[in-house]
């Protein structure tokens, strides 16, 4: 990508909105990357759906144990004061709305907000929590590529694949920028460095409102 | 009352032809491999299995589906690094898959375990998942109505266990353990160690021994 940010700095944009205190989920693949960019000065506590509160860095090699591993079944560690506790109980906190914020990968997101990141399209699919996720958590954002490997929008007017949960995301973060959601259209918040308006609407399948404020010095 | 099964073989013998198995674990962590890979060296057929994944490389519950003891398999994520065997298994056509959101799964085993015939969720509501079933309206909201998932057996891996049953988990190796041994007809948990009545601390018990009709200790 020759403008906008790394994957790292996408993280990094969405970690930084995080405000310390709260209770937060991270998805496989892309969201795990914001617990390498969480600022030194808030305290979040990392949900991972399979009984886990607290969760902390990987170890250092050598040092894995596989009775403690992530969502992406990585092995990780715990914080002090972290948790264990069974799937029942782990669901029931994302259900029942106790988490603040639950960040996704995704394959697509649309201008009202769906999110399709279970099924993808050819091949075998796999729901995992992202489902429970996507209607529990109290916020939902997404973390992925503006674009697919083969340069084709995944924020579109709709999604063409089957969709994990309905009008439910908050926040979007992509290496492109920030987007947010309103009245049925996605809403520009902020810009990626190096990335203009008219970049970002080339590269979505869909219309942008800019509202670019946030961010900016 | 001795729950202590004095081998592998005897812990589940009366597992037979047809029989439904909650499969306890997340990836690896807390699955009982010593179990799955005594069910997969017997001539096992048309089990259903009931898992949050569908196995990875040869060992465990891929050894169970590579021996075609399995006709169905009803699970979260069966699509992961390393799950080769599966999906073979199901490009074939050999394996049938029921695919469930992870809560919604831990939620209709544990409905099982505590005799609810069934809960409404807005999870999956207006998806592909719960595309022809039952929903209901409530609180202006679309949601699903879901129903237990009971088994035959539960098969499960545990830290502690003593005589009575009652049962520890290591870390986040719990997982599904505690709920899946609430819905097992007979559920069976391998364990680290047995030790006798009265040395775990009943303040720290995770499963009291109700739950649980066989334990067999196998060091990890």
């Known amino acids: 990508m020759s403008a906008g940010w790394s994957s790292l700095e996408m993280a990094a944009a969405a970690a930084g909105d995080l405000v310390d205190g709260t209770y937060v989920n991270l998805g496989i693949g892309l969201p795990t990357l914001v617990t390498r960019a969480l600022p030194s000065d808030r305290e979040v506590v990392l949900h991972s759906e399979n009984g886990i509160l607290g969760a902390g860095p990987p170890p250092e090699a050598g040092d894995e144990d596989w009775d403690l591993i992530d969502a992406g ?63 529990g958590a109290r916020s939902v954002w997404v973390l992925m590529w503006h674009n697919d490997q083969d340069g084709r929008p995944k924020v579109l007017a709709e999604c063409t694949l089957p969709v994990t949960g309905r009008g439910v995301v908050d926040r979007l973060y992509t290496d492109l920028g920030v987007f947010g959601f309103a009245g049925g259209s996605l809403v520009c918040r902020r810009l990626a460095p190096g990335v203009d308006r008219a970049t970002v609407q080339d590269r979505t399948g869909t219309g942008i409102v800019f509202d670019d404020k946030e961010g900016q010095q | ?121 807005r999870v999956a509501a207006d998806t592909d998942l719960a595309a022809g079933r039952e ?58 160690r047995i030790v006798p009545l009265g040395d775990i601390d009943p303040e720290l018990v995770v499963t009291p021994g109700i739950f649980v009709q066989r334990v067999v200790e196998v060091p990890s």
């Open chain 2, 135 to 192: 929903t209901r309206v409530i609180d202006g909201r679309l949601h699903v109505l879901e129903t237990p998932l009971a088994a035959d057996f539960a098969l499960i891996r545990a830290d502690t266990a003593d005589r009575w049953g009652n049962l520890t988990y290591r870390k986040a190796a719990r997982n599904f353990g505690p709920t899946m041994a609430m819905a097992g007809r007979v559920t069976v948990a391998e364990t680290d």
């Open chain 1, 73 to 135: 079944k990585q092995p990780i560690s715990l914080v002090p004061g972290g948790s264990y506790f069974s799937h029942a109980d782990s669901f029931a906190m994302i259900r029942g709305g106790h988490l603040d914020v639950a960040i996704l990968g995704a394959y697509q997101v649309s201008a009202a907000g769906d999110v399709a990141n279970w099924h993808p399209g050819a091949g075998i699919p796999a729901v995992g929590g992202a489902m429970d996720l996507a209607v």
């Open chain 2, 1 to 121: 009352m001795n729950k202590v099964a004095t081998d592998i073989p005897s812990a589940v013998a009366d597992v037979g032809d047809g029989a439904s198995i909650l499969v306890g674990g997340f990836g690896g962590a807390g699955a009982p491999t010593a179990l799955l890979e005594e069910l997969a060296g017997r001539d096992l057929h048309d089990l259903t299995v009931i898992a949050n994944n569908a196995g990875t490389g040869t060992t465990g519950l891929a050894a169970l589906l590579a021996s075609g003891a399995a006709s169905r398999i009803i699970c979260s994520y069966p699509r992961m690094r390393g799950s080769e065997i599966f999906e073979k298994l199901y490009s074939e056509g050999s394996i049938e898959l029921e695919l469930c959101p992870q809560g919604t799964l831990s939620e209709r085993i544990r409905a099982a375990g505590a005799g609810i015939a069934g809960f409404y969720t």
